[in-house]
């Protein structure tokens, strides 16, 4: 399999909601852009700029018909296995569910995964990331007990395409499936990622740990501070629109607008109380599932603010709490991050204000001198006002909430 050298850039496409768009112009508005014949996953407004852009994808194009080839290679030879005692003749047929049992699927599964993760993922095409979540999705029907952690990826990527209630139950049921250890992997006659319509307001609370596991903490808080923007959107074009001369035909169409998530469409049909009263809810939220993250590992935070290290890190394995392990929940989440305006915003917002109500704290604890000793002692005030600042982002993340939403006097 091809070496894979991440590079930042890879995780930091157009901004807003994944469309077909020409790769060499980024127009979105051509009627019927067409698509390269050979990765299948990039578009263009017409045959003079795929030609102006081929120098540029050759390599990607050809890399990415390379990984389909092997897939496809693999999969011949699952179907055509020679049986013995270890080999079925053909797990498709014979052992959909625990496919990762057997040593000859092995090959198949990680070159379909190197596929969707390492080529189709990274051209942030609308294409290549609906590919690369069919390919995930199938990959997990073939092997229920996700020995390769698949569900770590899918979350993210359900984000990025808008598909945000599937995203809250596929989360929520790897987090309820197993309470009790009782659940039987092997038994295909359990039921398997069958919540549907779950309810997205409810209290994460209820999602126990450590089952809500390190990835999905981080989709839930994506997810609940998707909506969080949302509704602050919300609030401000009403403000702006109130008293003002539109046709009242026109209030509807301009509030869907500025809404990013499907799910917000019912908040354009509640009242500004109640747009006030799910607010805060998805606040109380967003500030639990901010400090089980960082209570889970601290550093995620940290490196969020200042990704590229991390997104041009190759680590092998993670244990929990670890860099490794933010280096890999970056990679499978950074893209959704990225792309869902006004989020990073009003989070680098409760940065600021924390950093800066910080600073009296960080002065006491300089004076203590056990508590500044060992590998504190290398830190300066400055790196010290930061780290805590970041820390304490979820207490300050309503202030910053709310100087977000003001907009003063409109009169």
């Known amino acids: 399999m091809d070496s894979f050298s991440p590079s930042p850039s890879q995780y930091k496409g157009p901004k807003g909601i994944l469309r077909h768009r020409c790769a060499q112009c980024s127009s979105t508005t051509s009627p019927k852009l067409l698509r390269c014949s050979g990765c299948r996953a990039v578009r263009y407004c017409n045959r003079e700029h795929q030609s102006a852009h081929y120098p540029q994808h050759k390599s990607t194009c050809k890399a990415i018909k390379k990984a389909r080839a092997k897939v496809a290679e693999e999969d011949h030879r699952i179907r055509n296995a020679t049986p013995d005692f270890a080999t079925p003749a053909n797990a498709f047929e014979t052992d959909v569910g625990h496919f990762w049992g057997f040593l000859n699927t092995r090959d198949y599964m990680r070159a379909r995964h190197y596929l969707a993760w390492r080529h ?122 109130n008293g003002r001369s539109f046709p009242s035909e026109l209030w509807e169409p301009i509030e869907l607008a500025v809404i990013r998530s499907p799910l917000s469409v019912k908040f354009q049909k509640e009242s500004y109380g109640s747009l006030l009263r799910t607010e805060t809810t998805l606040l109380d939220h967003v500030r639990h599932l901010g400090e089980r993250l960082t209570k889970a590992n601290p550093m995620f935070m940290v490196a969020l603010f200042s990704p590229d290290q991390e997104l041009s890190a190759s680590p092998d394995t993670y244990t929990a ?11 499978n989440s950074y893209a959704a991050w990225w792309e869902m305006e006004g989020v990073l915003e009003l989070l680098k917002d409760a940065r600021v204000c924390a950093i800066h109500e910080s600073q009296e704290l960080v002065d006491e604890m300089m004076k203590d001198k056990e508590l500044m000793s060992g590998p504190a002692s290398l830190w300066g005030r400055n790196e010290l006002v930061v780290e805590v600042g970041t820390r304490r982002i979820w207490e300050f993340l309503p202030a910053a909430f709310g100087y977000s939403s003001h907009l003063g006097s409109l009169d």
């Not at 997990?140 to 952690?149: A, E, Q, W």
């Not at 049921?173 to 250890?181: K, L, M, R, V």
Request: proline share 4%.
């Open 120 to 241: 189709l993922l990274f051209l942030d095409t609308l294409d290549g990331v609906q590919e690369a979540l069919e390919h995930l999705r199938d990959m997990l029907r073939l092997n229920r007990s996700d020995n390769m952690g698949l569900r770590n990826l899918v979350p993210a990527i359900m984000l990025r395409l808008d598909l945000d209630q599937e995203c809250y139950d596929f989360v929520k049921w790897w987090a309820t499936c197993d309470i009790d250890g009782n659940y039987d992997w092997g038994d295909m006659t359990l039921p398997y990622l069958n919540i549907s319509g779950a309810n997205v307001l409810e209290d994460p609370s209820i999602l126990p740990d450590p089952h809500l596991e390190f990835d999905l903490i981080i989709a839930l808080l994506m997810l609940k501070l998707k909506l969080l923007v949302d509704i602050r959107n919300l609030k401000v074009t009403r403000k702006i629109l």
């Open 321 to 331: 709490g670890s860099w490794e392990q933010v280096e890999f929940a970056l990679q």
